[in-house]
């Protein structure tokens, strides 16, 4: 087929499906929040809260370490084939939930599914890179992560929907399940590891793909070594590392425990809470548009450095202190918007650290975006257990004032080290 001809679109079908997936996993990810929180879980389990602590972080735990094998997996059999396996094995530990008969068996079904889910972003960081055109990288990351978000967002609502449905907190886990083996079926018929091996993919697409960084072959090279003492050494990564893991122990209050603030601080009954707490993420998916659409303006304005910083550094500032401004508020709906606004700065510069962790990869892509990946879900794991012994020891009107000042302070160093990130300069040179 002549190149000069209109380029096909099977590359925003795979944008489109990655995204899907994305909105799956947090779906999945999500959904324990409401579920521990439910009448009918309470009903049947009385767990103390530092077992819930460990249940909720037991995803996050072994999500962040698995980031970095998941990586070199992706690179050794392909991106098709292992977001399959990780989609498929999610779902089934997901399911596995459901049948949990007390703390143990929760635990380890947690454990299991952060596990499987640890090998998405990694491997769709380099599915970005050959499916999306150089100039909007910023935008697909964004709408990569709106799909996680948009699952974040409907998680609590639908998790309470389907509880409530059936009359039971078990049918979640099945449910959810169930709809993501259907998404790895789907997910395999339409992806392809590289736009030559697409049969929908016509010469004008691949072309296009290949602008900026010239064509590249589909064979796939043998998986490389992780590198290890380039990332040891460099001073950049482990500011973008730092960012990630403050960003998180800040983020994760409105994902994890805002639930749980809502029903023992605001005395909210679960379905208040289910729509208070999807309001607020739903505000925060504006955040992750406008953050996409910005970096690549700014970018093409003034270089990537400042393209990649500024939207990663100002708005965490920005979301600290909107934290402090959320705690006076008591109405359902003033509760709703500025716990919103924390979530939309806080997810603003979002797309940037994606972006930026593609600039400076190089060739090693998917295991230097999980090295990165794993350090900020260590923040999502520590953040249950350091809020609850913040709490313990500091809040003696049980208010959680003291547990949400830790997530802005937490806001406040992920901006200061962002400011130290340079996307203009790769890993391997920055030594």
């Given at each position: ?73 992706s690179d050794r059999f392909g991106a098709r084939a292992l977001i399959t396996v990780y989609i498929a094995a999610w779902s089934l530990f997901t399911a596995a939930t459901g049948f949990a008969t007390g703390f143990w068996t929760l635990f380890f079904a947690r ?138 122990i800040g983020w994760a209050f409105t994902a994890l425990t805002f639930p749980r603030y809502l029903k023992e601080v605001k005395h909210f009954d679960d379905v208040t809470n289910g729509w208070i707490t999807s309001g607020a993420l739903f505000i925060g998916i ?130 200061v080290f962002a400011l130290f990130v340079n996307a203009e300069k790769p890993v391997t040179q920055d030594s």
């Amino acid at each position: 087929m002549s190149s000069s001809a209109r380029p096909s679109i099977v590359r925003h079908q795979i944008l489109a499906t990655a995204t899907m997936v994305a909105f799956l996993m947090y779906l999945d990810r999500i959904c324990l929040a409401q579920i521990i929180t439910s009448d009918s879980f309470e009903a049947e389990f009385t767990f103390s809260k530092q077992q819930t602590d460990w249940i909720t972080g037991a995803f996050f735990w072994s999500y962040a370490l698995f980031q970095v094998p998941a990586g070199w997996l992706s690179d050794r059999f392909g991106a098709r084939a292992l977001i399959t396996v990780y989609i498929a094995a999610w779902s089934l530990f997901t399911a596995a939930t459901g049948f949990a008969t007390g703390f143990w068996t929760l635990f380890f079904a947690r454990l299991l599914c952060g596990l499987a889910e640890a090998g998405y972003y990694p491997a769709s960081s380099s599915l970005i890179t050959r499916w999306t055109h150089i100039g909007s990288r910023g935008m697909a990351s964004s709408i990569i992560t709106l799909g996680g978000r948009a699952g974040l967002v409907l998680a609590p609502i639908l998790t309470v929907k389907v509880i409530m449905g059936f009359g039971d907190w078990r049918w979640a886990g099945w449910v959810y399940g169930a709809a993501g083996v259907g998404v790895a079926l789907f997910f395999w018929r339409v992806f392809r590891d590289h736009p030559r091996l697409h049969p929908n993919c016509n010469d004008a697409e691949i072309e296009l793909l290949a602008e900026g960084r010239g064509d590249f072959q589909p064979q796939r090279e043998p998986a490389r070594r992780f590198p290890l003492r380039a990332a040891c050494r460099s001073r950049n990564l482990w500011m973008a590392n730092a960012v990630q893991f403050f960003t998180n122990i800040g983020w994760a209050f409105t994902a994890l425990t805002f639930p749980r603030y809502l029903k023992e601080v605001k005395h909210f009954d679960d379905v208040t809470n289910g729509w208070i707490t999807s309001g607020a993420l739903f505000i925060g998916i504006a955040g992750i548009i406008v953050g996409g659409w910005s970096t690549d303006l700014i970018t093409r304005l003034h270089g990537r450095r400042l393209g990649r910083m500024l939207p990663m550094s100002i708005t965490k500032f920005i979301a600290a202190g909107l934290y402090i401004v959320a705690l006076w508020m008591d109405t359902p709906w003033t509760i709703l918007l500025a716990f919103g606004m924390v979530a939309f700065f806080g997810d603003f510069g979002l797309p940037a650290m994606w972006t930026t962790m593609q600039d400076i990869s190089g060739k090693y892509q998917a295991q230097l975006f999980g090295w990165s990946n794993m350090w900020g879900n260590f923040g999502a794991a520590i953040m249950p257990l350091l809020f609850t012994a913040v709490l313990k020891a500091f809040d003696t009107n049980h208010d959680f004032h003291e547990g949400v000042w830790l997530c802005a302070v937490a806001f406040v160093l992920a901006g200061v080290f962002a400011l130290f990130v340079n996307a203009e300069k790769p890993v391997t040179q920055d030594s």
